[in-house]
């Protein structure tokens, strides 16, 4: 089983909609947990942090936790055709120096 | 600032060669890692460092050789390529900032092995 697990997608949606991206993982000790967005041909970027569980804003974006079912998500409303891109999930133990990825769910927002 | 940058950011090798990824950033970040992101399977650790004279393997060393004599340099060395090595390379460089750890990753080096 992997540490980590996210739909690769690819996931279309029209302008405006609101999207749901997901990740589930299995070890309890994580305890930071990133969304990384990655446009084509390009390297990812830091998108939101959150270290407890519970939501938290930024614009447009929340990213919400929840440790009890082992289950994070990101919300994007009103959507872009700028949004379309790759996000990764990232999660992190305290103390351990690595970061585990999930594998990426593929966004196109359509005009 | 330059960033995290990558050179070559376009390579194709044949099985057997030996070549080397190279990464700098400018931050003076004292950590630096190096991933490899395949379809299907994220982005995974190959090397990391917590700073100069100091490296470590992370989730998929086998094939890769890394040293760190700078703060600022981080170089990749595959030492035979293999087919299976076929991938895009990210190189990333990070700070804690109290709270987390900022990762900021270069271009990334697509890499072809025949």
């Known amino acids: 089983q992997k540490e980590v697990e996210q739909d690769p997608g690819p996931l279309s949606v029209p302008e405006g909609a609101i999207v749901s991206l997901n990740c589930t993982y299995s070890n309890s000790a994580f305890q930071y947990f990133m969304w990384y967005r990655q446009y084509s041909r390009k390297g990812p970027e830091l998108l939101m942090y959150?270290?407890?569980?519970g939501n938290k804003e930024d614009g447009r974006f929340t990213a919400q936790v929840d440790k009890s079912s082992k289950y994070i998500s990101l919300f994007i409303r009103d959507s872009q055709p700028s949004d379309s891109a790759t996000y990764l999930c990232?999660?992190?133990?305290?103390?351990?120096?690595?970061?585990?990825f999930g594998q990426g769910t593929r966004l196109t927002i359509n005009p | 600032n330059a960033g995290v940058t990558q050179t070559p950011k376009f390579q194709v090798l044949k099985t057997g060669q030996s070549m080397t990824l190279q990464c700098a950033q400018d931050m003076n970040h004292e950590y630096m890692s190096w991933y490899r992101q395949d379809p299907g399977m994220g982005l995974r650790l190959i090397h990391y460092s917590v700073g100069a004279g100091i490296t470590d393997q992370g989730e998929v060393p086998n094939g890769y050789n890394v040293s760190r004599s700078t703060t600022e340099d981080f170089p990749l060395r595959l030492l035979s390529a293999a087919p299976s090595q076929t991938s895009v390379y990210f190189c990333a460089s990070s700070y804690w900032t109290g709270q987390y750890r900022e990762q900021f990753f270069g271009p990334g080096t697509r890499l072809t092995v025949l």
């Open positions: 959150t270290y407890s569980s």
């Open positions: 990232a999660i992190k133990i305290q103390g351990a120096q690595k970061l585990v």
